[in-house]
Nanobody, 124 residues
Framework: QVQLQESGPGLVKPSQTLSLTCTVS??????????WSWIRQPPGKGLEWMGA???????YYSPSLKSRTSISRDTSKNQFTLQLSSVTPEDTAVYYC????????????????WGQGTQVTVSS
């Protein structure tokens, strides 16, 4: 059973960089066929795919967030991380990590694995 767990600060100040880590168990992030994504859901809004990293380390980003987003991985720890720079209160959301056979993830499919999500608030 693949399990994903997000971790990181729950409160970030405006203009700072948000950093989150997803720890994966029950499956290797270097394994074939899967993409490892970050998705967020602002309050009262739908899911927004932010970006993904593939099994080879290739990265893919949402065009609207590409200039502020970086996704990397540590295969020795079976973790991948999200960095979002220059945050504003509009970046307040529940942030999820997920495994999917698709690069872009916009819905929760029964074929995918998701973490439980972590609330991040941007406020001074």
């Amino acid at each position: 059973q693949v399990q994903l767990q997000e971790s990181g600060p729950g409160l970030v100040k405006p203009s700072q960089t948000l950093s989150l880590t997803c720890t994966v168990s029950g499956g290797s992030i270097s394994g074939n066929y899967y993409y490892w994504s970050w998705i967020r859901q602002p309050p009262g809004k739908g899911l927004e795919w932010m970006g993904a990293i593939g099994n080879s380390g290739s990265t893919y980003y949402s065009p609207s967030l590409k200039s502020r987003t970086s996704i990397s991985r540590d295969t020795s720890k079976n973790q991948f991380t999200l960095q979002l720079s220059s945050v504003t209160p509009e970046d307040t959301a529940v942030y999820y990590c997920a495994r999917s056979a698709k690069v872009v993830v916009t819905t929760k499919s029964i074929d995918d694995y998701w973490g439980q999500g972590t609330q991040v608030t941007v406020s001074s």
